[in-house]
C-alpha cells in the first residue's frame, strides 16, 4: 500500500520518534509497516523513507539507492559523490556515530520538503549501530552518499530536518536549480537525493 508522504509544517516531522520493542518488531503490523514503506519509497521515488513521514512516530527507516536511480546519474557525479548502489534493507532504534573530520557538501532534497533542495554539509564516515528486520543487532560502516542518506534518515527520527542543517543561501525550488545550480561544481541531478 501507498502512504501518504507528510510535508513541512506537520508536527510528526519535529517529534523524536520512539523506541521499538523486539515484540514490536516481530509484529504482523510492523511488518506490514515495513513493507508498505518500501513501497512508498519506490513510488514516491526516493531513496530513503523515515516512519515520521509517513505520520508515525517510531525509529525505524527504509533505504535502497537502486542501479535503476544510479543509471540516469552521470559517472562523474556518481564518483564525486561517492554513491554506489545501496541494496534495500531496514534499520530500527539506530544509533549513530561520525567518524572522522572529513564532512562533504553536497545538494539534498526530501521527501516532506517536496520541490526544493539545498546543500548540506554531512560527515563523510558515520557507523550506525541497528535492528534489522528480524530484530536482530548490526552494525554499518557507511561512507559517501551512503552515509549521507543514513544522516539524514536518522535526523527524521529526532525530528530534525535538513533545512536545520542547510548553507541556507543554497536553499532552491528545483525548478531554479536546474536553471542556476547544476552543473556547477557543488550540484546534483535534482531528483537524485530525495530521502
Ligand atoms: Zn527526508
Redesign the pocket.
Known sequence: MILKIVQVGDPILREAARTLTLKEIASAETQQLIRDMRDTMHDAPGV?L?AP?IGLPLRIAVIEDPESILDDVPPEDLAERERRPIAFHVIINPVITLLGEGKANFYEG???LAGFSAVVPRARTIRVEYLDERGIARAIDASGWYARILQ??ID?LHGA??IDRMQSRTFTSLDNFARYAKGRPISASPDAPK?
Open positions: 530513503g523515515a513521514q526530501c521527501l516532506s539524514h534518515e527524521h530536518l535538513y530521502t
